[in-house]
C-alpha cells in the first residue's frame, strides 16, 4: 500500500480517497493541514502507487486495508478524513472501530445501498470499460465527478483535461473488480447512532454520485453530526472547491484539537 506523510503535530490526519483516483485530489487539504498536523494519505488497492492485486475489491477488505494502515502506522486515534469510498470506510470505522479514529470527516459519501437505477447504469459503464477500456468513457466519468462549473469554466480547462486523465491511469482489471465491489456493499444507515465521535459531513451541491440528500441523511443518522455544502462543487469537492473546503476542514479540526482533554462548555 502507497502512501505519503507530511507534516507534524502531535494528532493524525489520515486521508482515504475516492474511486477512481488517488489521494492526490486531496493536495490541497495536505497543504493547508501539514503546519500544523501530521498527514497521512493512501491509495487503495489497485489505485495510485499501491499494488493492483487480483482480488480483495470488496467494502470489507477495503474497510480491513484501512484498519491495517492505522494500526500499523501507530497513529490511532486518527482525524480520518474520507470522500466517496473514503467515506463508506470511514462510516465503518466509526462504527466498528471507534478506538482508531477521534473525529470523521465524511465527504460526498452515502450510508446507503447503491441505488437500483444508479447501479445499473454504473453497471453499463464497467461493461464499456471490461470491452472497450476508458477512451469512450472519459466524458461521462467527468460529468459524474465534476460539475458544469467546473468542466465549463476556460480558466480552468488545463485542470479540467489533468482530472480527466487522471481518472484513467488505474489500472483496467483493478477499477472493474473495485467497481463492483462498491456497486454490491451493503448499507450501514441502520447503524449510523453508533458513531460517538464528532463528525463532519461535506458535500459538493452538484454531486451526482452521492447527492446532498444522502449526505443529510448521514448527518441526521448520526448524533450531533455537522453537515457543510460547498456551493458550485460536484462530487470531487476537494479539487473544485478547495478553498472552501479547506476553510471548514481547518475550522473543525482545529475545533477538535481545542477540545481534546477539555470539558465540554455551552459556548462550543
Keep these: 500500500m502507497h502512501y505519503e506523510e507530511s507534516g507534524e503535530g502531535p494528532d493524525t490526519v489520515v486521508f482515504s480517497h475516492s474511486y477512481l483516483l488517488s489521494s492526490e485530489h486531496f493536495q490541497p ?54 470522500l466517496s469510498t473514503g467515506g463508506f470506510i470511514g462510516l465503518r470505522l466509526g462504527i466498528r472501530r471507534p478506538d482508531l479514529v477521534r473525529s ?3 465527504m460526498d459519501t452515502s450510508a446507503d445501498p447503491e441505488p437500483a437505477g ?16 476508458y477512451w469512450p468513457l472519459v466524458r461521462r466519468m467527468a460529468k459524474v465527478f465534476f460539475s458544469p462549473h467546473f468542466r465549463n469554466d476556460a480558466e480552468r480547462r488545463s485542470e479540467s483535461a489533468y482530472w480527466r486523465g487522471r481518472v484513467t491511469a488505474n489500472d483496467r482489471h483493478a477499477m472493474l473488480r473495485f467497481g463492483r465491489g462498491i456497486l454490491e456493499r451493503a448499507g450501514v444507515s441502520d447503524q449510523l447512532e453508533r458513531i460517538g465521535v464528532s463528525t463532519l ?18 448527518a441526521r443518522g448520526i448524533p450531533d453530526a455537522q453537515l457543510e455544502v460547498i456551493p458550485r462543487a ?7 472547491q478547495p478553498d472552501a473546503v479547506n476553510e471548514v476542514l481547518v475550522r473543525f479540526l482545529e ?12 459556548s462550543d
Excluded: K
Excluded at 444508479?118 to 477500456?133: F, H, I, K, P, S
Design 104 to 106: 470523521l470527516v465524511l
Design 234 to 240: 460536484g462530487h470531487v469537492c476537494t479539487v473544485e
Design 29 to 82: 487539504q495536505i497543504a493547508a493541514l501539514s503546519g500544523s498536523f501530521r498527514c497521512l494519505a493512501f491509495d487503495h488497492r489497485g489505485h495510485g502507487g499501491s499494488d493492483a492485486p487480483e482480488s480483495g475489491y470488496d467494502m470489507e477488505n477495503l474497510y480491513a486495508d484501512a484498519v491495517g494502515f492505522i494500526e500499523a502506522t501507530g497513529r490511532a486515534p486518527c482525524h480520518f478524513v474520507g
Design 201 to 218: 459531513v461535506i458535500v459538493g451541491q452538484e454531486d451526482v454520485p452521492t447527492p446532498v440528500r444522502e449526505a443529510e441523511r448521514i
Design 255 to 266: 475545533r477538535q484539537r481545542r477540545r481534546a482533554g477539555q470539558p465540554r462548555t455551552d
Design 118 to 133: 444508479r447501479a445499473r447504469e454504473y453497471r453499463v459503464m464497467l461493461w464499456m470499460l471490461r470491452t472497450l477500456g
